[in-house]
Protein backbone atom coordinates (compact mmCIF):
# COMPACT_ATOMS: atom_id res chain seq x y z
CA UNK A 1 0.00 0.00 0.00
CA UNK A 2 1.31 3.72 -1.01
CA UNK A 3 0.35 6.99 1.28
CA UNK A 4 1.56 9.99 -0.01
CA UNK A 5 1.30 13.23 2.49
CA UNK A 6 2.71 16.44 0.66
CA UNK A 7 6.39 15.37 0.65
CA UNK A 8 6.38 12.12 2.38
CA UNK A 9 5.79 9.13 0.67
CA UNK A 10 5.02 6.21 2.05
CA UNK A 11 5.15 2.42 1.72
CA UNK A 12 3.69 0.11 4.05
CA UNK A 13 4.42 -3.75 3.13
CA UNK A 14 3.15 -6.52 4.61
CA UNK A 15 6.19 -7.75 6.11
CA UNK A 16 10.10 -7.87 6.61
CA UNK A 17 10.57 -9.30 3.33
CA UNK A 18 8.50 -7.20 0.89
CA UNK A 19 9.78 -3.63 3.10
CA UNK A 20 12.92 -5.69 2.04
CA UNK A 21 12.34 -5.69 -2.12
CA UNK A 22 10.63 -2.71 -2.35
CA UNK A 23 13.31 -0.59 -0.49
CA UNK A 24 16.29 -2.49 -2.94
CA UNK A 25 13.51 -1.73 -5.92
CA UNK A 26 13.10 1.97 -5.38
CA UNK A 27 17.91 1.91 -4.66
CA UNK A 28 18.05 -0.29 -7.59
CA UNK A 29 16.07 2.36 -9.56
CA UNK A 30 18.24 5.67 -8.25
CA UNK A 31 21.49 3.12 -9.71
CA UNK A 32 19.86 2.39 -13.03
CA UNK A 33 18.47 6.21 -13.35
CA UNK A 34 22.15 7.62 -12.81
CA UNK A 35 25.04 4.64 -12.66
CA UNK A 36 27.13 7.35 -11.12
CA UNK A 37 25.15 7.44 -8.13
CA UNK A 38 26.03 8.77 -5.12
CA UNK A 39 24.67 6.87 -2.30
CA UNK A 40 24.23 7.54 1.69
CA UNK A 41 24.21 3.96 3.00
CA UNK A 42 22.98 2.69 6.80
CA UNK A 43 23.68 -0.52 8.90
CA UNK A 44 21.59 -1.56 11.63
CA UNK A 45 19.78 -4.93 11.60
CA UNK A 46 17.17 -3.42 9.29
CA UNK A 47 18.87 -2.82 5.97
CA UNK A 48 20.10 -6.37 5.95
CA UNK A 49 17.05 -7.94 3.96
CA UNK A 50 17.94 -5.13 1.29
CA UNK A 51 21.48 -5.21 1.03
CA UNK A 52 20.43 -9.55 0.66
CA UNK A 53 17.95 -8.47 -2.23
CA UNK A 54 20.77 -5.52 -3.85
CA UNK A 55 23.15 -8.54 -4.36
CA UNK A 56 20.59 -10.83 -5.70
CA UNK A 57 19.51 -8.17 -7.96
CA UNK A 58 23.33 -7.44 -8.94
CA UNK A 59 24.47 -11.87 -9.80
CA UNK A 60 20.53 -12.40 -11.49
CA UNK A 61 19.98 -9.29 -12.76
CA UNK A 62 23.48 -7.30 -13.19
CA UNK A 63 22.29 -4.18 -11.26
CA UNK A 64 25.83 -1.95 -12.27
CA UNK A 65 27.76 -0.60 -9.24
CA UNK A 66 30.56 -0.17 -11.00
CA UNK A 67 30.12 4.05 -11.39
CA UNK A 68 28.37 4.28 -8.22
CA UNK A 69 30.04 5.89 -4.99
CA UNK A 70 29.06 5.73 -1.18
CA UNK A 71 29.07 7.11 1.99
CA UNK A 72 28.21 4.94 5.35
CA UNK A 73 26.43 7.39 7.74
CA UNK A 74 28.33 6.09 10.94
CA UNK A 75 31.00 4.07 12.57
CA UNK A 76 31.68 3.50 16.16
CA UNK A 77 34.54 4.65 17.52
CA UNK A 78 36.98 3.63 18.46
CA UNK A 79 36.76 0.37 16.13
CA UNK A 80 39.06 -1.23 14.62
CA UNK A 81 38.01 -2.15 10.96
CA UNK A 82 38.25 -6.44 11.14
CA UNK A 83 36.50 -6.07 13.95
CA UNK A 84 33.25 -8.22 12.95
CA UNK A 85 30.93 -5.64 15.07
CA UNK A 86 32.60 -2.73 13.27
CA UNK A 87 30.53 -0.96 10.28
CA UNK A 88 33.17 -1.46 7.80
CA UNK A 89 32.77 -5.31 8.37
CA UNK A 90 29.29 -5.13 8.72
CA UNK A 91 29.19 -3.48 4.83
CA UNK A 92 31.53 -5.66 3.13
CA UNK A 93 29.75 -8.36 4.64
CA UNK A 94 26.40 -7.47 3.72
CA UNK A 95 27.17 -5.75 0.15
CA UNK A 96 30.68 -4.57 -1.12
CA UNK A 97 32.52 -8.17 -1.21
CA UNK A 98 29.48 -9.62 -3.17
CA UNK A 99 29.32 -6.76 -5.54
CA UNK A 100 31.26 -5.19 -8.40
CA UNK A 101 31.22 -1.52 -6.23
CA UNK A 102 34.86 0.35 -6.91
CA UNK A 103 36.77 0.13 -3.32
CA UNK A 104 38.11 3.92 -3.79
CA UNK A 105 34.73 4.77 -4.25
CA UNK A 106 33.25 3.34 -0.42
CA UNK A 107 33.92 5.70 1.83
CA UNK A 108 33.24 4.72 5.66
CA UNK A 109 34.03 7.24 8.40
CA UNK A 110 37.26 5.39 10.35
CA UNK A 111 36.36 5.30 13.87
CA UNK A 112 40.24 3.95 14.66
CA UNK A 113 41.74 7.40 13.82
CA UNK A 114 44.11 9.97 16.74
CA UNK A 115 42.31 13.00 15.30
CA UNK A 116 38.50 12.51 15.08
CA UNK A 117 38.37 16.21 14.39
CA UNK A 118 40.09 15.61 11.18
CA UNK A 119 38.38 12.49 10.32
CA UNK A 120 35.21 13.99 10.76
CA UNK A 121 36.02 16.99 8.75
CA UNK A 122 37.73 15.13 5.88
CA UNK A 123 34.64 12.87 5.39
CA UNK A 124 32.28 16.30 4.97
CA UNK A 125 34.44 17.38 2.36
CA UNK A 126 34.88 14.01 0.65
CA UNK A 127 30.90 14.01 0.24
CA UNK A 128 31.02 17.58 -0.67
CA UNK A 129 33.72 16.97 -3.53
CA UNK A 130 31.72 14.41 -4.49
CA UNK A 131 28.82 15.95 -5.08
CA UNK A 132 26.57 15.63 -2.45
CA UNK A 133 24.48 12.91 -1.51
CA UNK A 134 22.15 11.38 -4.35
CA UNK A 135 20.14 8.87 -2.26
CA UNK A 136 20.45 8.52 1.41
CA UNK A 137 19.18 5.55 3.25
CA UNK A 138 18.68 5.33 7.20
CA UNK A 139 17.13 3.42 9.49
CA UNK A 140 15.87 4.53 12.73
CA UNK A 141 16.79 3.97 16.36
CA UNK A 142 14.04 3.40 18.68
CA UNK A 143 14.84 6.82 20.16
CA UNK A 144 14.41 8.59 17.21
CA UNK A 145 18.13 8.84 15.87
CA UNK A 146 19.05 8.61 12.59
CA UNK A 147 22.70 8.06 11.92
CA UNK A 148 24.01 7.85 15.58
CA UNK A 149 22.40 11.59 15.96
CA UNK A 150 20.93 10.71 18.95
CA UNK A 151 18.54 13.25 20.81
CA UNK A 152 19.45 16.39 21.81
CA UNK A 153 18.74 20.04 22.59
CA UNK A 154 19.90 21.17 18.93
CA UNK A 155 20.65 19.08 15.82
CA UNK A 156 23.97 18.99 14.98
CA UNK A 157 25.02 19.85 11.64
CA UNK A 158 27.98 17.90 10.01
CA UNK A 159 29.62 15.06 10.78
CA UNK A 160 30.87 14.64 14.40
CA UNK A 161 31.99 12.58 16.84
CA UNK A 162 29.12 11.55 19.48
CA UNK A 163 28.11 10.07 23.02
CA UNK A 164 25.81 7.29 22.97
CA UNK A 165 22.85 6.96 24.74
CA UNK A 166 22.56 4.40 27.45
CA UNK A 167 19.03 2.86 25.54
CA UNK A 168 21.37 2.69 22.44
CA UNK A 169 24.36 1.24 23.53
CA UNK A 170 22.15 -1.16 25.26
CA UNK A 171 19.80 -2.02 21.59
CA UNK A 172 22.93 -2.04 20.12
CA UNK A 173 24.29 -4.60 22.37
CA UNK A 174 22.12 -7.52 20.83
CA UNK A 175 25.16 -7.62 18.54
CA UNK A 176 27.95 -7.94 20.66
CA UNK A 177 29.48 -10.81 22.74
CA UNK A 178 28.51 -8.45 26.17
CA UNK A 179 27.09 -4.94 26.63
CA UNK A 180 30.59 -4.05 28.28
CA UNK A 181 32.04 -4.38 24.49
CA UNK A 182 29.95 -1.89 23.17
CA UNK A 183 31.80 1.35 21.93
CA UNK A 184 30.55 4.48 24.11
CA UNK A 185 31.13 7.05 20.74
CA UNK A 186 30.72 6.71 17.33
CA UNK A 187 31.42 9.17 14.27
CA UNK A 188 27.94 10.21 12.60
CA UNK A 189 27.01 12.53 9.42
CA UNK A 190 24.84 15.13 11.00
CA UNK A 191 21.44 16.43 10.44
CA UNK A 192 22.37 18.55 7.84
CA UNK A 193 24.30 16.46 6.08
CA UNK A 194 21.74 14.03 5.82
CA UNK A 195 19.07 16.82 4.90
CA UNK A 196 21.04 17.52 1.95
CA UNK A 197 20.63 14.35 0.75
CA UNK A 198 18.92 14.80 -2.87
CA UNK A 199 16.42 11.99 -1.67
CA UNK A 200 16.25 10.00 1.68
CA UNK A 201 14.44 6.49 1.93
CA UNK A 202 13.97 5.05 5.95
CA UNK A 203 13.25 2.04 6.79
CA UNK A 204 11.94 0.48 9.62
CA UNK A 205 10.40 -2.77 10.25
CA UNK A 206 8.78 -4.45 13.26
CA UNK A 207 6.37 -3.47 16.86
CA UNK A 208 9.08 -1.75 18.75
CA UNK A 209 9.74 0.71 16.04
CA UNK A 210 5.92 1.56 15.31
CA UNK A 211 5.79 4.53 18.10
CA UNK A 212 8.57 6.12 17.13
CA UNK A 213 7.64 6.05 13.45
CA UNK A 214 4.47 7.73 14.27
CA UNK A 215 6.19 10.39 16.19
CA UNK A 216 8.60 11.05 13.21
CA UNK A 217 5.86 11.34 11.00
CA UNK A 218 3.24 12.76 12.59
CA UNK A 219 4.73 14.60 16.02
CA UNK A 220 6.90 17.93 16.86
CA UNK A 221 9.64 18.92 14.86
CA UNK A 222 12.25 19.12 17.61
CA UNK A 223 16.09 17.78 18.08
CA UNK A 224 14.33 15.36 20.82
CA UNK A 225 13.55 12.93 18.04
CA UNK A 226 16.00 13.85 15.33
CA UNK A 227 14.60 11.74 12.98
CA UNK A 228 11.43 14.41 12.83
CA UNK A 229 13.10 16.58 11.17
CA UNK A 230 12.69 14.88 7.82
CA UNK A 231 9.29 16.34 7.70
CA UNK A 232 10.60 19.19 6.15
CA UNK A 233 12.52 17.24 3.47
CA UNK A 234 11.58 17.72 0.00
CA UNK A 235 11.91 14.11 -0.92
CA UNK A 236 11.57 11.59 1.45
CA UNK A 237 10.12 7.86 1.68
CA UNK A 238 9.30 5.66 4.19
CA UNK A 239 9.36 1.88 3.57
CA UNK A 240 8.07 -0.25 6.67
CA UNK A 241 6.37 -3.10 7.38
CA UNK A 242 2.92 -3.19 8.65
CA UNK A 243 3.99 -3.33 12.50
CA UNK A 244 6.67 -0.32 12.14
CA UNK A 245 3.40 1.02 10.77
CA UNK A 246 0.68 0.19 13.62
CA UNK A 247 0.56 3.35 14.81
CA UNK A 248 0.18 5.31 11.90
CA UNK A 249 -2.15 3.43 9.64
CA UNK A 250 -5.52 4.27 11.47
CA UNK A 251 -4.16 8.38 10.46
CA UNK A 252 -3.55 7.83 7.11
CA UNK A 253 -7.08 6.77 6.67
C1 LIG B 1 22.08 1.92 14.86
C2 LIG B 1 22.64 2.71 13.65
C3 LIG B 1 21.54 3.38 12.88
C4 LIG B 1 20.41 2.38 12.73
C5 LIG B 1 19.76 2.19 14.07
C6 LIG B 1 18.67 1.13 14.09
O1 LIG B 1 22.56 2.30 16.08
N1 LIG B 1 23.65 3.66 13.94
O2 LIG B 1 22.05 3.82 11.62
O3 LIG B 1 19.45 2.90 11.85
O4 LIG B 1 20.70 1.98 15.09
O5 LIG B 1 19.18 -0.16 14.09
P1 LIG B 1 18.34 -1.44 13.76
O6 LIG B 1 18.08 -1.42 12.30
O7 LIG B 1 19.23 -2.59 14.15
O8 LIG B 1 17.08 -1.37 14.56
Redesign the pocket.
Known amino acids: MKYKLNNIQIYIESNYEKMSKQAAYLLASQIRLNSQSVLGL??????VGMYKELVRMHKEEGLDFSQVSSFN??EYCPISRDNPQSYYYYMMDNLFKHINIDTDRINIPNGNVENIEEECKNYENKIIKAGGIDFQV????NNG????NEPDDKFEAFTHLVYLDEG?IE??SRFFDSIDEVPKKAISMGIKTIMLAKKIMLLANGKNKAAIIKKTIFGEITPKVPASILQVHPDVTFVVDEEAASEIIPLLK
Not at 42 to 47: D, L
Open positions: ATGGTPLDLGIGHIGFTAN
